[in-house]
């Protein structure tokens, strides 16, 4: 059984930093890609940004680039996103997705329960 468990999120205040885990389980870690995907109180799905398996290449949504990082440790079987000056409209929940091919911007088929991220002061 595929399981995804998202940790790190919290409450930061604007300019701050956090470090989104995701532990997986149930699969070849190794063998896909992977990515972020958030949900803003009140809105609709965002993906953020997505890892190849091999981690030789990531993207980013124009909103979170330049100070968001996508990382992976397969030894670990762990996703990263380091999130750096955050600002209060990067308040949102925050799941760990599977995606269904070796490369980043293909289809997603296994989604996390979510972290909750919240950027006030």
């Known amino acids: 059984e595929v399981q995804l468990v998202e940790s790190g999120g919290g409450l930061v205040q604007p300019g701050g930093s956090l470090r989104l885990s995701c532990a997986a389980s149930?699969?070849?870690?190794?063998?896909?890609?992977m990515s972020w995907v958030r949900q803003a109180p009140g809105k609709g799905l965002e993906w953020v940004s997505g890892?190849?398996?091999?981690?030789?290449?990531?993207g980013y949504a124009d909103s979170v680039k330049g100070r968001f990082t996508i990382s992976r440790d397969d030894a670990k079987n762990t996703l990263y996103l380091q999130m750096n000056s955050l600002k209060p409209e990067d308040t949102a929940v925050y799941y760990c997705?599977?995606?269904?091919?070796?490369?980043?911007?293909?289809?997603?088929?296994?989604w996390g329960k979510g972290t909750p991220v919240t950027v006030s002061s």
């Open positions: 997705t599977k995606v269904n091919t070796i490369w980043w911007n293909f289809g997603i088929d296994y």
């Open positions: 149930g699969f070849t870690f190794s063998s896909y890609a």
């Open positions: 890892i190849n398996s091999d981690g030789g290449s990531a």
